[in-house]
């Protein structure tokens, strides 16, 4: 569903810079359609000086819509944004729930699953609360019943009829303006569609696209996509965009790198798509936001597009 939306006269953000990526839509507000994702911060837990400074220069790039989660870090990417960002800047903070911080853990993203519907709650006040914030502009509820990733057991296994139940009342309460939802299937994301989505954030990319259909109908329903894993992950079976001969070949036409090709080619696919590449390096940052000015000719669309998907060594994996 390729889209070959124009990138003139980009609006820009509120500090006034060229919004990254071009404008797209999200809670009602025009955004930059590259974002950024606030999971890799914690890499920086020992030099929260540098942590602040990437998101302000976040800021100055056009960025002006990032990802987190309370358990990134056990809090420390939401106290980062809440110390680095400004009212004036006009971002809008996105977080995620159904998970927890898990310190026993000694991986490097320890988190246990924290699905059912106090759980659910408790994560939206722990946000709130190292957020700085009364409410929270859009939380996506992060579900847990396929891979990759953990997968619910016991009594994390709840109906997704029940979390939904619990994020409306919560955004009947204006603890968070606006609901999104995660690692989902169509059958879920037809169900949740009465709630009033927002957002749906699944993995995909150039190639992991099994959820061709899942796009379309956001795309229709002013849904915007966030895709996780835009280029691929280290997950077991998952395969790379950045190994990919067309993409290889197309980023030495271009004179880009293989990475950036790969977000660009997702910001020309379709118009909701929205990208939160996340980083802790300021190169990596400007590299992310760099492709949000790429051009790729019909030609190389094509040849992009012929790429096979792959996605279903995801679920094997």
């Known amino acids: 569903m390729t889209s070959h939306a124009s990138s003139s006269d980009v609006p820009v953000t509120a500090t006034g810079a060229p919004r990254a990526g071009g404008a797209g839509r999200l809670v009602g507000r025009t955004v930059s359609r590259v974002g950024f994702g606030a999971m890799q911060l914690p890499r920086l837990s020992e030099d929260r000086g540098a942590a602040v400074a990437i998101l302000r220069r976040a800021v100055e790039l056009g960025i002006d819509h990032i990802d987190t989660a309370y358990f990134y870090g056990n809090g420390f990417s939401n106290d980062v944004i809440r110390e680095a960002l400004r009212p004036e800047d006009g971002v809008v903070v996105v977080s995620k729930v159904g998970a927890t911080p898990d310190t026993s853990s000694g991986s490097a993203h320890p988190l246990r699953l924290a699905q059912r519907p106090e759980e659910l709650r408790t994560a939206v006040e722990d946000n709130l ?53 995660s690692h989902v299937g169509m059958d879920e994301l037809r169900r949740a569609l009465p709630v009033g989505l927002a957002c749906v954030q699944n993995a995909y990319s150039l190639v992991a696209r099994d959820d061709e259909e899942m796009l379309g109908l956001c795309a229709a329903e002013g849904i915007a996509w966030v895709p996780y894993f835009p280029l691929g992950s280290a997950f077991p079976g998952m395969p790379k965009v950045t190994d990919e001969p067309a993409v290889r070949a197309a980023a030495e036409a271009v004179g880009v790198t293989p990475a950036q090709v790969g977000l660009a080619w997702l910001l020309h696919h379709a118009p909701n798509v929205l990208l939160i590449p996340g980083t802790a390096d300021p190169g990596h940052l400007a590299a992310n936001v760099a492709a949000g000015s790429v051009a790729l000719d019909e030609e190389t669309l094509a040849a992009l597009d012929a790429v096979p998907t792959r996605a279903g060594e995801i679920l094997a994996g």
Not at 142 to 170: F, K, S
Request: aromatic share 0%; glycine share 12%; hydrophobic share 45%.
């Open 129 to 181: 609360k190292s957020l700085g914030v009364e409410q929270i502009q859009l939380v996506n509820l992060r579900r847990a019943a396929r891979a990759p990733g953990l997968i619910a057991e016991g009594d994390q296994v709840v109906d997704l009829d029940d979390q939904l139940a619990v994020m409306t009342a919560l955004r009947d309460e204006g603890k968070i303006g606006e609901i999104g939802i």
